[in-house]
């Protein structure tokens, strides 16, 4: 299992280059197999002195995923969103689904793919999202709910210190930023 979290807040975690390389060295960690090969691509660039182009190391993670009877992998892609869509040919995020639409692509029996996102990114997964199971956990109830709870256990605690305010004016803040809050 290799896992990304996409990160408005750190630039250097909005790019393909760094889902991938996140990506290998998790897997190569995990396995004799796929630590091989990545060896095998660091050897080939200077041991580590020259920089794969993303290309390379797109066919490195298409090689560990071809281990013939491999294990199941699951890669776990949270927040797409968070991933900027840019003026640029391609955008960042146009990158990024583009490798998820070639590792979907590739229809590996052992290959499990979880994307995570916000729903305003949906024309942007365009493809993908005809060939996947969707979830979509933005209208649920318990989802909100879950969101309120927090919400309400917050506002409630010592450290949030809300001691003075009328139990009027918490309600009013819990009511507001759970229905804010977008899913959130």
Same mark, same amino acid.
């Given at each position: 299992m290799a896992y990304f979290f996409f990160d408005f807040k750190d630039e250097q975690k909005q790019a393909s280059r760094a889902l991938l390389v996140s990506l290998l060295?998790?897997?190569?960690?995990?396995?004799?197999?796929?630590?091989?090969? @990545? *060896?095998g691509y660091h050897?080939? *660039?200077?041991r580590g002195s020259l920089q794969p182009k993303e290309s390379e190391l797109i066919k490195c993670l298409r090689d560990m995923l071809k281990i013939p009877?491999?294990?199941?992998v699951y890669l776990v892609v949270d927040a797409l969103d968070e991933c900027?869509? @840019?003026t640029g040919i391609p955008s960042p995020r146009e990158e990024v689904?583009?490798?998820?639409?070639? @590792?979907?692509?590739?229809?590996?029996?052992?290959l499990r793919l979880c994307f995570t996102s916000r729903p305003d990114i949906r024309i942007s997964l365009g493809p993908l999202v005809s060939?996947?199971?969707r979830i979509v956990l *933005?209208?649920?109830?318990?989802?909100?709910?879950?969101?309120?709870?927090?919400?309400s256990s917050v506002v409630s605690s010592r450290t949030f210190n809300t001691t003075g305010w009328m139990d009027k004016d918490k309600k009013l803040v819990i009511n507001t930023l759970?229905?804010?809050?977008?899913?959130?």
């Open positions: 060295v998790q897997l190569s960690n995990q396995s004799d197999s796929f630590c091989d090969i @990545l *060896h050897s080939t *660039h200077q009877g491999g294990v199941p900027p869509n @840019l689904v583009e490798l998820l639409t070639q @590792l979907v692509g590739l229809k590996l029996p052992n060939t996947c199971t *933005h209208n649920e109830r318990g989802q909100k709910q879950d969101i309120e709870n927090y919400i759970s229905r804010r809050a977008d899913c959130m």
